[in-house]
């Protein structure tokens, strides 16, 4: 480089800097408002608009739906224009603003609406974001940045919580979730106004009827990846089952939290941090287990782990069994984090990878739509079934989920590494043995 060079270099780095920094404002403000809110809504839901099982499904499923259906035509839709910045300022202000409505909320149904509309806004930003990720970094740096960007986040989040449980005095009282939702939109709105301050390559964005009609049609068609993959269909199928016996209790957790343990707003917003928090301290030391005996043990332990959760929910009588609960499957949930993406990039062709993630996603989120459904309209009836007894009527929900988990699991043990790893996790954890006693004998040799 001359001495002519350096003016531009430095230049390119400070705005660099800069553009990283008004990301990092914007995860900051976004999951701050995200963590205000979103715990609260199913709570505004139970006790102030009276929402019975089946409504607390259809909420749970919306929230589901759009975030991975919608993900593959969003992501094409800003690759077609070849813009960032709009797409994620428009829906960050459109859906945070929803949260103003949502607490002038009458009935559960309309709450309901509300939040299947801002899912579906909300949703352009999942893609985007990423790809702006993509488009600011370079491959030596993108891991750190992205790392970062994940510890601001969570970190806001878990703040968010905090804060919301705080001040919702009264859960009972819609009047009282007023502070923590518009302090939520306006943290949200603001926070995606800023990225207005990135200076985005100027690009028309135009696209002809015609090539928007047949782009739409494509970004729903990915049978053929299915087909052609053997491991990824496997993988696919498993998850799908698994995930959809999970979802069918996400609509009664907050039954379980009201009706039987008797939570608070402050208590559900401990959950809500436990359960966010939690992975975050394995995160780092499975992501370094993985490189070494590759995805599938992890997989198969997370699936295994996540037998326990219906069954300690379903004999729960006190509201720190959820708290452990949660730290507990920390560890799990950690290795789902990152096994299940590590393994759809060892089978996905060079070419296909983000095409695979996208197909993954979006038959995760249909699962888990009907999932919920289904599980709010068994809740109906086994609580009329056992005459409004809410813990065999939530027990039941959550015997068949805990069974269905257990056998899918056993299915998973079918899924065989496509690439192989240098050690398995018998041979690490023999040599761990053996580490820890020569260290218990070192201080006496």
């Given at each position: ?6 003016p ?9 800097a800069?553009i ?15 963590g ?7 709570l505004?839901?139970v006790?102030?608009?009276?929402a ?6 259809w ?18 839709m ?16 459109l ?12 009935t559960?149904?309309?709450?309901i ?9 909300g ?8 790809a ?6 370079t491959v030596?740096?993108r891991g750190s940045?992205m ?7 969570t970190?806001a989040?878990?703040i968010?919580n ?5 001040l ?13 939702f ?7 709105i603001?926070?995606s106004i800023?990225?207005y301050?990135?200076?985005e ?14 782009f739409?049609l494509?970004s729903f068609?990915?049978?053929?990846d ?11 199928v ?7 016996l ?16 008797h ?11 436990t ?14 287990l993985?490189d ?5 043990p ?7 782990a996540?037998i ?7 004999l729960?009588t006190?509201?720190?069994h959820v708290?452990l609960?949660?730290i507990a ?23 296909k ?6 197909v ?5 989120g249909?699962?888990t ?20 007894n ?15 988990r ?5 299915w998973?043990?079918?899924?065989k ?5 240098p050690e398995?996790l018998t041979s690490v954890?023999r ?15």
């Amino acid at each position: 480089m001359t001495s002519g060079d350096a003016p531009t270099d430095k230049k390119s780095q400070h705005a660099r800097a800069e553009i990283l920094s008004h990301m990092y404002a914007n995860q900051a403000g976004v999951n701050l408002g995200r963590g205000l809110a979103d715990p609260y809504v199913p709570l505004l839901a139970v006790n102030a608009l009276r929402a019975n099982a089946a409504e607390l499904g259809w909420l749970q499923a919306f929230i589901n739906l759009f975030p991975a259906v919608m993900q593959v035509p969003w992501g094409k839709m800003s690759d077609l224009f070849h813009r960032r910045i709009p797409f994620l300022v428009v829906g960050g202000v459109l859906s945070f603003a929803l949260y103003f409505f949502m607490v002038g909320s009458i009935t559960s149904w309309q709450l309901i609406m509300f939040v299947a509309v801002q899912m579906f806004i909300g949703s352009m930003m999942i893609p985007t974001w990423s790809a702006l990720v993509g488009d600011v970094t370079t491959v030596r740096n993108r891991g750190s940045v992205m790392s970062r960007f994940f510890v601001v986040a969570t970190l806001a989040y878990i703040i968010g919580n905090a804060m919301g449980g705080l001040l919702i005095f009264n859960s009972e009282d819609a009047k009282d979730y007023a502070v923590p939702f518009f302090l939520a939109g306006i943290c949200g709105i603001t926070s995606s106004i800023l990225l207005y301050e990135i200076a985005e390559q100027k690009r028309r964005m135009y696209a002809s009827p015609k090539t928007l009609f047949k782009f739409s049609l494509k970004s729903f068609i990915f049978i053929s990846d299915l087909k052609e993959n053997k491991s990824f269909r496997n993988l696919v199928v498993l998850n799908t089952t698994f995930n959809f016996l999970m979802s069918i209790i996400w609509p009664i957790l907050y039954l379980t939290y009201e009706k039987v343990l008797h939570a608070s707003a402050w208590e559900i917003g401990i959950i809500a941090i436990t359960g966010t928090g939690s992975p975050l301290l394995f995160q780092l030391k499975v992501g370094k287990l993985l490189d070494v005996i590759g995805p599938i043990p992890q997989i198969l332990i997370s699936r295994f782990a996540f037998i326990f959760y219906p069954i300690v929910l379903a004999l729960a009588t006190q509201v720190w069994h959820v708290y452990l609960l949660n730290i507990a499957l920390g560890f799990g949930t950690a290795m789902a984090n990152v096994a299940f993406f590590s393994f759809i990039m060892d089978v996905a062709p060079e070419e296909k990878k983000g095409e695979y993630f996208a197909v993954y996603n979006t038959l995760i989120g249909l699962a888990t739509f009907v999932g919920c459904i289904v599980g709010g309209y068994l809740t109906s009836f086994f609580l009329k079934y056992y005459h409004d007894n809410w813990v065999y009527g939530l027990g039941a929900v959550y015997a068949i989920s805990a069974f269905g988990r257990a056998a899918c699991s056993i299915w998973f043990i079918k899924l065989k590494d496509p690439v192989k790893y240098p050690e398995t996790l018998t041979s690490v954890m023999r040599s761990g043995w053996r580490r820890w006693r020569s260290n218990l004998r070192a201080p006496f040799q």
